[in-house]
């Protein structure tokens, strides 16, 4: 099983739906999480970090469930503009202690 | 705003040369990461470092090697290129345990 876990999508969506994305992690012991979006042939950036109280920030609201051990993004009002790669990050996924480990990654597809 | 910067964007080079690619960071993070991505297997960790002259491997260092004198600079050395390593190279820094950077990449092309 993957350290990291995201359904690779693409997920095709019209503009202003809602759309949910959940990536799974392995280790229950993980310390952080965040949600990196990446654009066609550009470096990933960081989208939001991901509270253990969940987090909202504009459209987009970030959830984290220790007891299933995944995190979820939620996008509301889809743009255009939110076409992208969305990779899911966890701290502390493997046994080496204090490492980021990287999902593989989302495609979103927000069509007019 | 943390800048991570990669001075090679673009290379083209043969078979058996030797490349370097070098990163820089300005936010005095002791975290330096370089990984590769390529179509259908994400990102993939090489190499890091945790602090000067510190190295670790990653998932995939056949091939690589590192060097970091400075704390600001991590360079990620190709001894003999070959075709495989046709990437996309990107190179990250953080604190520890914290958000990580990323530089803009490096497209690396090996004839």
């Known amino acids: 099983r993957k350290e990291v876990e995201q359904d690779p999508g693409p997920f095709n969506v019209p503009e202003g739906a809602t759309v949910a994305f959940n990536c799974t992690y392995s280790n229950s012991a993980s310390q952080s999480f965040f949600w990196y979006r990446q654009d066609c042939r550009k470096e990933p950036k960081l989208l939001m970090s991901v509270y253990s109280s969940g987090n909202e920030d504009g459209r987009f609201t970030a959830q984290l469930n220790r007891a299933s051990q995944y995190i979820s993004l939620l996008i509301r009002d889809s743009k255009l503009s939110d076409s992208a790669t969305y990779l899911c990050v966890v701290n502390g996924a493997s046994n080496a202690g204090n490492m980021l480990t990287f999902g593989g990654g989302t495609r979103l597809m927000v069509k007019p | 705003d943390v800048k991570v910067t990669q001075s090679s964007r673009y290379l083209v080079k043969r078979t058996g040369e030797k490349v370097f690619l070098e990163c820089v960071q300005d936010?005095?993070?002791?975290?330096m990461f370089w990984y590769r991505q390529d179509p259908g297997l994400g990102l993939r960790l090489i190499y890091f470092s945790y602090d000067v002259k510190m190295k670790e491997k990653g998932d995939i260092p056949e091939g690589y090697s590192v060097s970091r004198e400075k704390k600001e600079r991590f360079s990620l050395i190709l001894e003999s290129a070959s075709t495989n390593q046709t990437s996309m190279y990107l190179c990250?820094?953080?604190?520890?345990?914290?958000?990580?950077?990323f530089g803009e990449g490096s497209w690396l092309t090996v004839v």
């Open positions: 936010m005095d993070h002791e975290n």
């Open positions: 990250a820094s953080s604190l520890p345990g914290n958000t990580i950077y």
